[in-house]
C-alpha cells in the first residue's frame, strides 16, 4: 500500500519513492541531473512504473481540523461525517444547540429557532435574489447543508490557525448561523469557550474523495499530453507533481474533499491531537 502524504517533505518524497520504485539515490540523479529538475521528463521515464501501480493501492493521507466539545470522543464512535449527518441524529452537537433552542428538521429542510421556523431548501434559496446579509446568511446555511455539505481536510498546511475564521475554535457553520440569527452570539462564543483544537489525522482512498482534488489549477498549465491519459494515470501524474513541489517544499496549501456520501470510518482514522498555536 502506497501513502500519498503530503503532511511533510519527508513523507511526500518517500511517496515519490514508493511509486516510481527506486532509492534516493537514483531519484536525485534522475531528477535533478537527467531530467533537468523537469516532472515531464521524469514522468516520462518512469511512465512504465508509474502506470503499473493500481490506484486503488494509494491512500490519501490528509488531516481535519476542528473545535471539538467532547476530546472527539464523538468523531472515534461514529468517525468523520459530513455535515447533513451531523444534523440528522441525537449527538454532541444537535444537544449544544438544543441548549439555545435551535433545531434542524433535516429532511424537511426546516431551520427552527425558538417560534421561528425558517425554510431552509437550497433549491428555493438559490434562486432567490439576497439583498441582505442575513438573506445571504441563509442562503449559506442552505448551502452548507444540502450542497456544500462535504468535509474537508488538509494535505497540507503549515499553519491552520491562520486559516480562514477560527476553524480551531468553532465550525465555519456556526459563522453563518450567528450571521442569520445575530441573538445566537452567546452560541458562537459557548462553543468556543468550551471547544478544544483537535487535528485528526486519517487516510482515505481514491473512490472517497471528489474528482475534482485532481483537477490542474495554474501551476499545473505545463503538463503535457494530459487529455490523452486515463483517469488513473491523470491522479498519479497529478500526486507525482504535487508530492515533488512538497518534498522540495515548494507548495502551498493543500486541500481534500471527501464525497458527500462518504464516511470516514474510525478505522480509518490515524490520529488525533490537540492543536497548540505557534509562539
Known amino acids: 500500500m502506497l501513502e500519498f502524504d503530503l503532511r511533510t517533505p519527508d513523507s511526500a518524497y518517500y511517496f515519490i519513492l514508493d511509486l516510481l520504485g527506486i532509492d534516493g539515490q537514483t531519484f536525485t540523479e534522475d531528477y535533478i541531473c537527467n531530467c533537468n529538475s523537469d516532472i515531464e521528463q521524469l514522468y516520462d521515464i518512469y511512465y512504465n512504473a508509474i502506470h503499473r501501480v493500481n490506484i486503488s493501492d494509494i491512500r490519501i493521507i490528509a488531516f481535519h481540523v476542528t473545535g471539538s466539545l467532547d476530546d472527539c470522543q464523538s468523531i472515534q464512535q461514529y468517525g468523520l461525517l459530513n455535515l447533513k449527518d451531523v444534523l440528522s441524529f441525537d449527538n454532541v452537537v444537535t444537544q449544544f444547540f438544543e441548549k439555545y433552542d435551535l433545531y434542524f428538521d433535516i429532511q424537511n429542510k426546516k431551520m427552527k429557532h425558538g417560534k421561528n421556523i425558517y425554510n431552509i431548501d437550497y433549491e428555493i434559496l438559490k434562486s432567490m435574489y439576497h439583498t441582505t446579509k442575513q438573506e445571504e ?143
Open 137 to 279: 446568511s441563509l442562503y449559506r446555511i442552505s448551502n452548507r447543508i444540502y450542497y456544500d455539505y462535504c468535509f474537508n481536510g488538509f494535505l497540507h498546511c503549515n499553519d491552520v490557525f491562520s486559516y480562514s475564521i477560527d476553524i480551531t475554535q468553532r465550525p465555519e457553520f456556526i459563522n453563518d448561523i450567528v450571521g442569520f440569527i445575530p441573538e445566537l452570539k452567546p452560541m458562537e462564543s459557548e462553543w468556543k469557550k468550551l471547544s478544544k483544537p483537535y487535528r485528526i489525522d486519517f487516510y482515505a482512498d481514491v473512490s472517497q474523495v471528489h474528482r475534482f482534488n485532481f483537477e490542474l489549477d495554474d501551476s499545473d498549465i505545463g503538463y503535457k499530453v494530459w487529455d490523452v491519459l486515463n483517469d488513473d494515470d491523470k491522479i498519479k501524474k497529478w500526486m507525482l507533481g504535487k508530492a515533488v513541489d512538497r518534498a522540495y517544499d515548494d507548495l502551498g496549501e493543500a486541500y481534500l474533499y471527501i464525497r458527500d456520501d462518504v464516511v470516514i470510518p474510525p478505522t480509518q482514522i490515524i490520529s488525533r491531537e490537540i492543536l497548540k498555536s505557534n509562539p
